[in-house]
């Protein structure tokens, strides 16, 4: 295993991230939520619960997780969390896939920057390939809870 430098580590985990894992954001369940996925690790034992009430327009109106879990991803959860609020779930979709494409190095514009918020902390964690699934599982829990209510709705 690769030795981490104490500079590496200031890198993964900047105080955005530390501040979200000590002071989680909209942390807890919200009873009965339209849109609610599990994600799990099993190679770390992270796990992460999300659930999504939306309004009549279909934007989310309130959101909420709860898991356990190394820093990256309940960090990740959180800002999820504060970055979803009042979006479509196209919108939220987009802010998923901005966060691949910011862990695979790509060079984001001004205007994606702008959308991101604290997200853009995460990017250190491209760094530590291993990391990288503990920051995403919490989005790919977004998206796969959006994925099973579209197949559970009417059309």
């Known amino acids: 295993m690769q030795e981490m430098h104490p500079a ?4 993964l985990y ?6 979200h894992y000590r002071n989680p954001r909209n ?3 919200i009873p009965n939520p339209h849109v609610s ?3 799990f690790n099993p190679f770390c034992g992270d796990e992460v619960f999300l659930g999504l009430n939306l309004d009549a327009n279909q934007k989310i109106e309130s959101v909420a997780f709860h898991g356990q879990g190394c820093s990256i991803s309940q960090a990740s959860a959180s800002i999820l969390t504060t970055l979803v609020k009042n979006k479509s779930l196209p919108e939220a979709e987009d ?8 862990l695979r190095g790509k060079e984001l514009s001004d205007d994606e920057l702008d959308q991101i918020g604290d997200m853009e902390a ?7 390939p291993i990391r990288v699934k503990c920051a995403l599982l919490p989005w790919a829990t ?3 809870g959006i994925a099973d209510y579209r197949s559970n709705i009417s059309p």
């Open 37 to 39: 996925s599990r994600g």
């Open 14 to 19: 900047q105080e955005v991230i530390l501040d």
């Open 142 to 144: 977004l998206d796969d």
């Open 27 to 29: 942390h807890g369940e």
């Open 95 to 102: 802010l998923s896939q901005l966060l691949r494409e910011l």
């Open 122 to 128: 995460l990017q250190g964690v491209r760094q530590f």
């Open 8 to 11: 590496h580590l200031d890198d």
